[in-house]
Every structure is written in C-alpha cells, then in structure tokens.
C-alpha cells in the first residue's frame, strides 16, 4: 500500500506561483512514478504533469507546458509542482498520483495508469 498526502494549495491571485508537494509513504519511493492531476467542477480528471522513477524524464499537459514544472527529491519521497504565472482557469482540485509502472515506459499521462492517489488539494485562483 502506498499513501499519498498532498499540500500546498491555497488561494492565490492571478500571476502568482504556488509550489505543492506530495509526500508518499509506505512504498520505496524511488520504485514510483509519479503524476500530478487536476480536477475543475464539472470537468473531468486532467493531466498535469508526470515524471518517471529517477526525475530524468518528464511530461506536462498542453495547458500548463512552460508555466508548471514537476520535480521529485527521493531522498525526501517528495514530489513537487512548481506552479507560475497561475490563471482562473488553473482553478482545480489537484491530486498526486503514483503508479509502480514499467521501465521500459518514459512516463505516463493517464489517469487509469494510477494506482495510489492522494486525497488532492484545492487551489483557487482569483481573477
């Protein structure tokens, strides 16, 4: 079993940044991949971010490449998303997601590959 907690969210104003960790337990962590994943009211479950088990490979959803940026410290079996330039439309709930996966895939970007998911935290963007 591998539990997840998410942090770092919060309500911020349009333009700012915001940084959420995940910190994972119960599991080696450097054996899991990770993913980030965001959902709206109403909207279902979209890709954020993923990165694989060593941090050299990573892959971002269309709407947040180039202002979002996924890291992981596997001596801290954290995973981060660094957030900037944050717009309403960024409004979501976001959960962090870990699958054991393969070595031989890069990444994965859907949400059916997951098998362990955090209980996800709210960030809200003001317009």
């Known amino acids: 079993q591998v539990q997840l907690v998410e942090s770092g969210g919060g309500l911020v104003q349009a333009g700012a940044p915001l940084r959420l960790s995940c910190a994972a337990s119960?599991?080696?962590?450097?054996?899991?991949?990770m993913g980030w994943f965001r959902q709206a009211p109403g909207k279902e479950r979209q890709f954020v971010a993923a990165i694989n088990r060593s941090g050299s490979r990573t892959a971002y959803g269309d709407a947040v490449k180039g202002r979002f940026t996924i890291s992981r410290d596997n001596a801290k079996n954290t995973a981060y998303l660094q957030m900037n330039s944050l717009k309403p439309e960024d409004s979501a709930v976001y959960y962090c997601?870990?699958?054991?996966?393969?070595?031989?895939?890069?990444?994965?970007?859907?949400?059916?590959?997951?098998?362990?998911w955090g209980q996800g935290t709210q960030v809200t963007v003001s317009s």
């Open positions: 997601a870990a699958t054991v996966g393969s070595s031989i895939i890069p990444y994965y970007t859907r949400s059916s590959d997951y098998e362990y």
């Open positions: 119960g599991r080696i962590f450097g054996s899991l991949h």
